[in-house]
């Protein structure tokens, strides 16, 4: 086995909130090639005191590859496009899945990419559909540039994951990078996951939420971004985009477990689901 990577505690919130859906032993390789041992108490923490946000965490990855698998059975041969990657190994399940309906992957992140392509080289040697890029996603100009570099084309459809990021991100910073992927016939599906503003919240779950929303800002030293209905509605036209799905949490798990066992109303569960043609 390789020198196993140290990561950050959200690496490790993320990874460990999900490690269930990790399961061939292609993911599981990878996973056992990561050293959680000098990370932060975050998702002990969070666990502990507000148990349902790591279930959304997971729902959030379940509902991202239940939008990848219908799309990619209603249009194979995309390109797929994962900005602020991470360390999520996303890029492995759509190869164990959807290896003959994906031209490329791209992966783009600002941190862990070197190390994260070493993990790759050691697991999946000789790989060439995945390629990974060092780039601040807000950073435009050198986005573009790296996106041609690692063989994204514009003619081609693509999908665009921005999976736990926006709440990093201002939305103008936000609209500035979906403008790249911008076309006339929009024929690129961009797909994530915002943080709710509290007027969206129905008071039951109010506090849970607003205690959440504080252990992460106080953790990440910044205020996240949280934006009501009306805030991505306003982002979408001002991309002139296409909203394809715009879901709560309890209609995600609804989708994914059968019920609602955890969530049951819209506003619950800190984050929602967002698709827009582009």
């Given at each position: 086995m390789p020198?196993?990577?140290k990561v950050p505690?959200?690496?490790r919130l993320v990874l460990e909130a999900t490690m269930q859906l990790y399961t061939t032993p292609l993911q599981q390789r990878y996973i056992e090639s990561i050293d959680f041992s000098e990370t932060?108490?975050?998702?002990?923490?969070?666990?502990?005191?507000?148990p349902h946000v790591i279930d959304a965490i997971c729902l959030r990855k379940q509902s991202i590859r239940a939008m990848l698998q219908e799309r990619i059975s209603r249009l194979p041969g995309q390109q797929v496009i994962l900005l602020g990657a991470g360390l999520d190994p996303l890029s492995l399940y759509l190869l164990e899945n959807y290896r003959e309906q994906v031209s490329r992957i791209i992966e783009v992140d600002n941190g862990y990419i070197a190390e994260k392509q070493q993990l790759y080289t050691t697991i999946i040697p000789e790989e060439s559909m995945i390629r990974l890029s060092k780039c601040d996603v807000t950073d435009t100009v050198l986005l573009w540039n790296k996106l041609l570099e690692n063989?994204?084309?514009?003619?081609m459809p693509a999908i665009i994951v921005f999976e736990g990021l926006i709440h990093y991100v201002s939305n103008d910073a936000f609209i500035?990078?979906?403008?790249?992927f911008k076309t006339a016939d929009r024929k690129n599906l961009v797909m994530l996951d915002y943080s709710l503003s509290e007027e969206e919240v129905p008071p039951a779950f109010l506090q849970h939420h607003q205690g959440v929303i504080r252990?992460?800002?106080t953790f990440v030293n910044t205020r996240l971004n949280i934006n009501s209905h009306a805030d991505m509605a306003g982002i979408i036209y001002q991309l002139d985009a296409t909203l394809e799905n715009l879901e709560p949490m309890c209609v995600t798990e609804r989708k994914i477990t059968g019920s609602n066992k955890i969530f049951?109303?819209?506003?619950?569960g800190i984050i929602e689901m967002l698709s827009f043609s582009l």
């Open positions: 020198q196993q990577l505690s959200t690496s932060s108490r975050l998702f002990y923490d969070l666990k502990r005191h507000f063989g994204y084309q514009q003619e500035n990078t979906m403008k790249l252990m992460l800002e049951h109303s819209p506003g619950e």
